[in-house]
């Protein structure tokens, strides 16, 4: 197994300073890349200096943009993604390598309890989206949002036209990932807290996270979102017409009625449409045959 490590890193050159002797310390004579997103800190200096390579974007292009850099710049048999802040330990990394050798194409590392998170909100928040990403794939989900992880590359880069600029990186590929039949696995992982201040603004990226919700739902299964909501439309028509029956005597239908039994059988169509979209978007994800080599479809 060849790896490489990918950082993607905005004015964190303080914390790089201590965090790159442990990363080279924790995997010897792997590939590890720096990619500044922007930086005015002289992080990339920083980098320079501790031996590692360095892509520099000219200006900040957000953290799904960096990993993508830093993706297709990877030359291992698996890329592994970790934070600059210094929240997640380079020590753990013998621990998802070791899980990837039990059959798993990504594994990631998974938080546990609220000294885990950065903040009531987000650990609330994250708890969701891992309820609802189990229920979405069948399958228990420890940590939908850790940008812990280590992927086989070459997979990884057969979803690189799916993942955003933005933090929902991790969320997109975790989906995708199941959504192709791959395995996915989860190790525990210690989380300090984040030294300095954090990139993400509640008010600006809390609706942005709330939408996560939705494109969960969208990207793996869209007709389990849109069914159950028609259901409920068309319900609340047809228990809005019983009222009024009941009421006013007359079996006439009622524009409310009316208005709620056509829309929910609108979004039924739509969520139909939208899973035969899906199926068609994964269609040509490229399996890597045994001791095969793929190229990832172009951007």
């Known amino acids: ?60 292009k957000g953290n799904g943009a960096a990993i993508k850099r830093g993706a297709l710049a990877a030359r291992g048999d698996y890329i592994l993604f970790m934070d600059a802040d210094g929240q997640h330990d380079p020590a753990a990394i013998p621990d998802l390598l070791a899980r990837l050798e039990e059959g798993y194409d990504m594994v990631v590392g998974a938080r546990s309890g609220l000294s885990s998170q950065a903040s009531v909100f987000r650990w609330g928040a994250n708890a969701f989206y891992n309820r609802l990403a189990s229920w979405m794939v069948g399958q228990r989900i420890d940590d939908l949002t850790s940008g812990f992880r280590v992927a086989h590359r070459k997979k990884f880069l057969s979803f690189l036209y799916l993942l955003p600029n933005g933090f929902s990186y991790p969320t997109t590929s975790t989906m995708a990932f199941f959504r192709a039949g791959y395995s996915v696995g989860f190790v525990p992982t210690a989380v300090g807290r984040r030294a300095g201040r954090s990139h993400i603004n509640l ?9 996560i919700i939705f494109k969960v739902g969208t990207l793996y299964s869209p007709l389990k979102v849109y069914f159950p909501v028609s259901v409920l439309m068309a319900g609340l028509g047809g228990l809005n017409y019983v009222l009024s ?42 399996h890597e045959p045994e001791g095969g080599d793929v190229e990832p479809p172009p951007l």
Request: glycine share 10%.
């Open 1 to 60: 197994m060849t790896l490489s490590i990918v950082i993607p890193a905005k004015n964190e050159a303080e914390h790089l300073e201590s965090l790159l002797p442990r990363v080279i310390a924790a995997a010897p004579g792997r590939q590890v890349i720096v990619v500044d997103d922007g930086s005015c800190d002289g992080t990339a200096g920083v980098a320079r200096r501790h031996g590692v390579e360095v892509i520099t974007q000219p200006y900040g």
């Open 203 to 211: 008010l600006r990226d809390g609706l942005r996270f709330f939408l």
């Open 245 to 286: 029956a009941l009421s006013t005597g007359s079996l006439r239908f009622t524009n409310m009625s009316t208005l709620l039994v056509l829309a929910g059988m609108i979004v039924f169509l739509m969520g139909l449409l939208s899973e035969q979209l899906t199926n068609l978007q994964y269609k040509n994800v490229e």
